[in-house]
């Protein structure tokens, strides 16, 4: 079914395309719209009057099929509103009709892993792009969405009144390798019962196989008021990394972009929320923000909510976000020899209540714009405990574990993210960018309990993982880029908690991985 779902939409942007084309090359002005263009030019000349800055910005906005001078837009208004009634194709070249535009893209690459795992038909990433206790062998071939998610979407402005907007905006992203809808979820019931060294690639996520995995929503936009907007929306977190990560949240050179921790507040899961109310203004250099989300499953204790601000001046900008999550959910695979014919389609979930406190920055002079980030998300066990059978986003909990943080043998847990970066503007159409990524966590585990001594390394120990990463992306078109780049992982302490051990009983060498690769990309 969902790749029937995406079989469609592909047709329609196809048949989009298609009468695009047709139109651009048979549409001219109807012969009233140009006598009223002439005799408008005439008594603009005549009068020379003044045409006031509102009236210029709603002509900008218009799909005109020309652009008259500053001084004729006030009387040009209702010929490109009827020019737009007719269906010609936006200046921008888009597939936009009526003012509701039809997006989307595909990604794909080649490349090598020191130490990944196999092509998953099902995870959003399609592979493992950082250390994964599942990264045991060389890996080479197809590198799926590695620099962005191949999705399909469709979004639209529609003036109600002059200065206020119905927006929306709603899309979907899927694996060009198989055609199935991103599921991390899925990715990981296919692995119940296997042992970690002949999984293929998979992992918690936010996209879960719903026809919106990315994002669903509509509101109100006013450039004085500020945009309000509900449904499935990003985090604002996960707004504060596309914007603040000099790789733009990319999968296979951004830790913080494929380990969704960061943009998730602790969770990945929650870097999208569903039935979210979220509301953004701008006032001066400054601008706030806030989101407010309701449960998804009826329970009116998980819920999430978060707060920004933030501003820019000359070339600086910087964002402070605290973002509260309720019965965060983290899920995994279940372990061999553990699956039975009730949970065999289920997954095990860990809950904990999440406090994040975020910090962003970026400098843009000349042709450099650098970046850094810092965010410090602390975990404890949920106030309101759920229950084995409670859903998760598209499957249901077999076991659930409450006490992970703060009990007789824990603490809270802390974890501590930093990274930073530099893009380069080569050319115009040139970026090398750079980037390095560093996670932290304290040792959780309280007393005799701890094992951190021991040779086997527990989940509760201190830890880190470390990233870098270089880039370059070549865009030949508006459209249409290449790109060439590697990031090296590794993870140590407690990040390495399930890895395989080696002879001497620490960790082997699947705690590091590097993944070089080419792509290309295109977008519509």
């Known amino acids: 079914m969902q790749k029937v779902l995406i079989s469609a939409a592909a047709i329609v942007g196809i048949a989009a395309g298609s009468a695009h084309a047709s139109e651009s090359a048979t549409a001219v002005p109807p012969k009233a719209a140009v006598k009223h263009h002439v005799a408008a030019k005439k008594v603009a000349m005549r009068h020379k009057a003044h045409v006031p800055a509102d009236a210029q910005a709603y002509q900008a906005q218009a799909e005109a099929p020309y652009a008259p001078p500053a001084d004729l837009a006030a009387p040009l208004v209702p010929l490109a509103r009827a020019m737009n009634s007719i269906g010609l194709p936006a200046k921008d070249g888009s597939l936009t009709y009526h003012g ?23 995870y959003g990433s399609g592979r493992n792009y950082t250390p994964n206790a599942a990264n045991s062998h060389t ?34 992203t899927f694996l060009p390798t198989s055609g199935n809808l991103s599921n991390g979820n899925k990715s990981q019931v296919v692995n119940n019962g296997v042992v970690a060294s002949s999984r293929t690639s998979a992992g918690d996520s936010s996209r879960n196989g719903q026809i919106d995995n990315a994002q669903a929503y509509a509101g109100f936009s006013s450039p004085t008021y500020g945009t309000l907007t509900f449904g499935r929306q990003y985090s604002l977190t996960l707004d504060a990394v596309i914007a603040y990560d000099p790789m733009s ?12 921790m960061t943009p998730g507040g602790g969770n990945t899961e929650d870097a999208r929320q569903g039935d979210a109310l979220k509301y953004r203004v701008n006032f001066g250099p400054f601008r706030a923000a806030a989101m407010y989300k309701f449960d998804e499953f009826g329970n009116s204790n998980r819920n999430a909510y978060a707060a920004q601000f933030g501003g820019e001046y000359q070339g600086f900008s910087a964002d402070v976000i605290y973002n509260v999550v309720k019965d965060s959910v983290t899920t995994s695979s279940i372990g061999a020899g553990l699956v039975t014919p009730t949970n065999v389609n289920q997954l095990n979930g860990t809950v904990s209540d999440n406090y994040a406190v975020m910090a962003v920055a970026s400098y843009k002079i000349d042709k450099f714009k650098f970046y850094a980030g810092f965010e410090n998300i602390r975990f404890e066990n949920p106030e309101n405990p759920l229950g084995n059978g409670s859903p998760a986003e598209g499957v249901q909990l077999a076991t659930v574990t409450n006490n992970a943080f703060g009990s007789a ?9 930093f990274w930073g970066g530099v893009k380069y ?18 040792s959780y585990a309280v007393g005799a309990n701890a094992g951190c001594s021991s040779r086997l390394i527990s989940a509760t120990c201190s830890g880190t993982q470390d990233a870098g990463s270089v880039l370059i ?22 990040f390495a908690n399930g890895y395989a051990p080696v002879a001497n009983g620490t960790t082997g060498a699947a705690t590091n991985t590097i993944d070089p690769m080419v792509g290309a990309r295109f977008q519509f």
């Open 409 to 417: 043998t824990t603490k809270n847990r802390i974890v501590n993210i």
């Open 473 to 494: 992306d070549y865009r030949f078109s508006k459209r249409f880029d290449v790109y060439a780049g590697a990031m090296y992982g590794v993870v140590h302490g407690g």
């Open 139 to 172: 890996q080479v071939g197809l590198m799926p969405n590695s620099l962005s998610y191949s999705n399909i979407g469709v979004k639209g402005v529609e003036e109600i009144v002059p200065g206020f907007n119905f927006v929306f905006n709603a899309q979907t």
């Open 249 to 260: 949240a990319s999968n296979a050179f951004s830790l913080i972009g494929f380990a969704g």
């Open 425 to 442: 503007a080569f050319r115009d159409n040139i970026d090398l960018i750079g980037a390095y990524y560093h996670y932290n966590q304290n």
């Open 100 to 122: 509701v535009t039809v997006y989307g893209g595909i990604d794909l690459g080649l490349g090598y892993q020191s130490h990944g795992a196999p092509l998953s038909s099902y």
